[in-house]
């Protein structure tokens, strides 16, 4: 049997790009030690800014609990924390929580050994610090800085050794690390890993029984105070893949770790849910420090059967979809088929998995129908990890199809392990929050409520196969804390995520788990949340994220705000347009500005993003744009407020304020170009089509124009046909076109009036204006001047063809 190991998969970044230093939450940037033994108590000293009001550490794994606080400084807090002998090795999220505030989320580790702490000096190996088998060493490489350690062995022992140095987030540590013997040579090293990527991993069988020496350095000798480190030394096994990859939830599933020169094989028990971090760690043998990434899955497993190089001799899979291939490439030069079943009309997705699994494979994936016609193929492209390959198959007629698999350079080897997942198209539903910020994928990521205040995230759906109306529940709440959205609707694609705080709510957290349950009880599918986070970045490139289905929430300090907006007395129509009124409350002396965001529109609906209250001032307004397929309904808009309160950025969001919407009472076409000449005045006419009857006048102006064009407004009823502008031009009327005019017609209605956008597209042209011509003179001919004889005129001379040529390019200019 295994044991299991729930992966959260790397989730953590690097702090220079992740920490806002005039955010309201506060800052969060090391833990020390990064890491502990599980069964224990441990010290933990977390540091960052804004710390002095803390109140817990908030974990997202169960037995993982924090047991006192020893003290609290505004840039440092010590305490203890206790974890269980159940909890899984491996990363562990946690966030801080403050009376103002929640950090950003930063992991730490769990591992199987006790910690050692490096102890200088220690640069070479005659000054190499002891250690024993079975130990976690936490150190830091300087600039040019060696680390040696020196372990007793005896013949025949094994030597692993595993570091942890990228992953720990502070920045882009490529560690190297070897295991050298008394006479100084290397007997194994690593720098790099498929698994692990920058941070390696080596074992070495003793040759003797004696000194050996575990050395880590940075791999071009640069180091830095920030290229913190756990180095694990012991006897463990480390398999570089897991073969199959990946298994049906809830099954038994045989499995063989592969090591760089050997393998073992063990049953595994799977858990009874999809988890896309999910590790397998070996039960019989002495676990690795982090487990092995396992794809679980709702559907089987097809394992390739030798000799299947050729086409005829194809593993057969008994369906086309959804299923997972399963192989290794396992000597150069070699190629895996599979036949697989497929029905006209299908659309399925083939997604290779190898080099995100740790498997060195450079996958090539091709795909035959029975002729050896080609339906597609693909060489890269399957993630952030590109080198798997990824592609869409349509189907074009029932038959069977072939799968083709090799390596990209034709290497092969027993590690070269492959998975090939065909989907087309499962019951799927998962909801997330945007990134609010490029570089920050974090910023925003949590509900930090203020007393007697709310918070609001927009959540963004993302459905397959699944229909209908789905409801948010939220468990485990803090005390005074609700949930306010209630409807995830069929019709909208996300909503806006509000969590409100009683007045009275003491400070307290929680991380919440947080899912969409079916409105009809007859749908089974149950949506989850899927918060993706950049963990490990630098720059635009992104090392490791996490994904997490909890919500961190928390009750924190009233803010010095609120916001509320105002309701509209009348709907917001079609192709219409609506001013919505935000109003602050101040506390008294609270005057700095405020940025209000709106995290959400209805579809149809368009509007800015956000708008600020100026210091001191009070309201600010959303210009509300509806388009012409927006219906009947009534929709809860909110937004959230923003604002540095002195120590920071709070926020507080208003309460849902309820706008209608409103087929439109009438509607016009683009009135046909009109010209008039500069200076002059003409008439544009509108031809109207009523949707519905009004009572009384509505008032009607053509908008887009400058002030230099005066178009009078015009009075129009429910009877009006067609409704005439007169547009009167200056000399100071610019000449051209002035196109994308409209006509915005004010219609009266009980409440107020409705703002209609008629006859978009409209042009109006100013020409200039035309030039006088003066007749011409007439000829004053003396009345006694003698007639004089006309002289004979000699013929014209002829032109060359040179000479005619260089006249008519003449009379052209």
């Not at 047991?67 to 801080?96: C, F, M, W, Y």
């Not at 403050?98 to 989320?105: A, F, L, N, P, R």
Request: aromatic letters at 8%; glycine letters at 8%.
């Amino acid at each position: 049997m295994l044991t299991v190991m729930s992966h959260r998969s790397l989730i953590f970044s690097l702090f220079a790009v992740a920490t806002l230093s005039s955010a309201a939450y506060p800052e969060f940037s090391a833990t020390i030690p990064n890491g502990g033994p599980r069964g224990a108590e441990w010290k933990l000293t977390v540091t960052g800014n804004r710390l002095a009001d803390f109140e817990s550490l908030m974990f997202f794994s169960p037995g993982i609990t924090q047991k006192s606080v020893e003290k609290v400084e505004n840039n440092k807090v010590q305490l203890t924390i206790s974890v269980a002998p159940d909890v899984p090795l491996g990363n562990h999220l946690l966030r801080i929580r403050t009376k103002s505030g929640i950090s950003h989320v930063r992991q730490f580790f769990v591992g199987p050994f006790p910690n050692l702490d490096e102890k200088e000096p220690n640069s070479d190996m005659e000054a190499a610090q002891p250690i024993s088998f079975n130990q976690t060493i936490e150190g830091v490489v300087l600039s040019e800085d060696v680390d040696y350690y020196k372990i007793t062995a005896k013949k025949g022992q094994r030597i692993s050794v595993e570091a942890d140095g990228l992953r720990l987030g502070y920045t882009t540590f490529d560690p190297y690390i070897a295991i050298i013997d008394k006479d100084k040579f290397e007997k194994a090293f690593s720098d790099d890993t498929i698994l692990h990527r920058q941070d390696g991993y080596c074992s070495f069988v003793a040759e003797y029984d004696g000194d050996y020496y575990v050395m880590i350095r940075e791999s071009s000798y640069r180091g830095g105070g920030n290229n913190y480190y756990r180095l694990h030394v012991g006897s463990f096994r480390r398999p570089d893949v897991v073969y199959p990859a990946g298994g049906k939830v809830a099954s038994k599933t045989q499995v063989r770790f592969i090591e760089k020169d050997s393998s073992f094989e063990e049953e595994a028990q799977l858990p009874n849910e999809v988890d896309p971090g999910f590790m397998l760690l070996s039960k019989t043998q002495e676990p690795a420090p982090s487990g092995n990434p396992f794809r679980l899955v709702d559907f089987d497993n097809v394992l390739e059967a030798e000799p299947n190089d050729e086409q005829a001799k194809a593993t057969a899979s008994p369906v086309g979809e959804p299923i997972a291939l399963n192989g290794i490439i396992e000597r150069p030069g070699d190629v895996d088929y599979f036949k697989v079943p497929f029905k006209k009309g299908q659309q399925v997705v083939l997604q290779a998995y190898a080099q995100s699994l740790g498997s060195p494979l450079d996958s090539v994936v091709n795909v035959y129908n029975e002729k050896g016609n080609s339906l597609g193929g693909n060489d890269d492209g399957g993630g952030r990890r590109r080198l798997d390959s990824k592609q869409t198959l349509n189907i074009p007629a029932d038959g069977d199809y072939f799968v083709r698999v090799t390596d990209h350079l034709e290497r092969g080897g027993p590690n070269f392990v492959y998975r090939l997942e065909l989907v087309a198209s499962q019951p799927q539903l998962t909801f997330a929050s945007p990134h609010y910020s490029v570089n920050d994928s974090q910023y925003r990521q949590f509900m930090a409520i203020p007393k007697g205040g709310r918070m609001v995230l927009l959540q963004n759906f993302t459905r397959s196969a699944v229909s209908g109306d789905f409801k948010f529940e939220a468990s485990g709440l803090p005390t005074g804390v609700r949930l306010l959205t209630e409807l995830a609707p069929k019709d909208q694609p996300g909503m806006p995520l509000m969590f409100e705080a009683a007045a009275d709510a003491p400070i307290g957290g929680a991380v919440v788990p947080v899912v969409l349950k079916p409105v009809d009880p007859a749908q089974k599918i149950v949506g989850k949340m899927r918060q993706e986070f950049d963990i490990v970045r630098s720059g635009n490139v992104v090392y490791y994220t996490e994904f997490e289905d909890k919500l961190p929430v928390a009750v924190v300090d009233e803010a010095p705000y609120s916001l509320e907006i105002v309701k509209p007395t009348v709907p917001l129509v079609a192709n219409g347009i609506m001013q919505m009124k935000v109003v602050a409350k101040r506390k008294e002396g609270f005057k700095a500005p405020i940025r209000v965001l709106m995290p959400w529109k209805p579809v149809g609906i368009s509007s800015l993003g956000e708008q600020t209250i100026p210091e001191g001032q009070n309201e600010c307004f959303f210009q509300l744009d509806a388009n012409a397929s927006v219906a009947t309904a009534a929709h809860h808009f909110t937004v959230m407020g923003e604002a540095d309160a002195g120590n920071g950025r709070v926020y507080n969001a208003a309460p849902f304020c309820e706008i209608k919407t409103d087929t439109h009472y009438l509607t016009a076409p683009a009135i046909p170009l009109t010209a008039v000449e500069q200076g002059k005045e003409t008439v544009m006419v509108a031809k109207l089509e009523l949707s519905k009857p009004f009572h009384g006048e509505a008032m009607a102006r053509i908008v887009g124009v400058p002030d230099t064009i005066q178009i009078e407004p015009a009075k129009i009823t429910k009877d009006t046909k067609e409704v005439s502008f007169k547009v009167t031009t200056t000399d100071k009327s610019p000449v051209g076109k002035q196109a994308n005019l409209f006509v915005l017609v004010d219609v009266p209605v009980e409440g107020g009036t409705t703002a209609h956008r008629i006859a978009l597209g409209s042009t109006l042209r100013i020409d200039a204006p035309r030039k006088v011509v003066a007749p011409p003179a007439a000829q004053v001919v003396a009345a006694n001047k003698p007639k004089e004889t006309p002289k004979p005129t000699a013929p014209p001379k002829p032109l060359s063809r040179l000479e005619q040529l260089r006249q008519e390019a003449a009379g052209a200019k």
